[in-house]
């Protein structure tokens, strides 16, 4: 049985050939992996599912990708994790499945958290 690493590793060589359903399997065996070996908030579990939710949106599984981009989103508050690049990548890629499934009002307002998010990095690299 192949390990995390070798799990996410496939998952990625897969998701850059754009062969997308592979890349989702391999990625889903990641997480569940990741589940028995790694806390909630540690950051390999974190990447784990935003790779699943990331190539299930990329395939217009909107509602599954959601609810995991919800998921690492209460996971990262919860542990009130710093609001660093990854928490703006979590937002950008809730507000694709939020506009994906037709609701603009709310894609705007997670869009527009994501741009703090990003602004406040900015603003720390230059001050």
Do not use: K, P
Not at 108 to 114: I, L, N, Q, S
Request: glycine fraction near 10%; hydrophobic fraction near 45%.
């Amino acid at each position: 049985m192949a390990g995390w690493s070798e799990l996410m590793s496939g998952g990625t060589e897969h998701y850059l050939r754009g062969e997308l359903a592979d890349a989702v399997q391999l990625f889903r065996e990641a997480l569940a992996e990741a589940d028995g070996l790694f806390a909630e908030d540690d950051d390999r579990y974190l990447l784990s599912l935003s790779m699943v939710a990331t190539t299930l949106a990329l395939t217009g599984e909107h509602d599954e990708a959601e609810a995991l981009f919800r998921r690492q989103l209460t996971i990262r508050e919860e542990a009130e994790l710093a609001e660093d690049a990854n928490l703006a990548e979590c937002l950008e890629g809730l507000a694709r499945c939020l506009h994906g499934r037709g609701e603009t009002a709310e894609a705007e307002v997670v869009e527009a958290r994501a741009r703090a998010v990003r602004d406040g990095l900015a603003g720390a690299q230059d001050g």
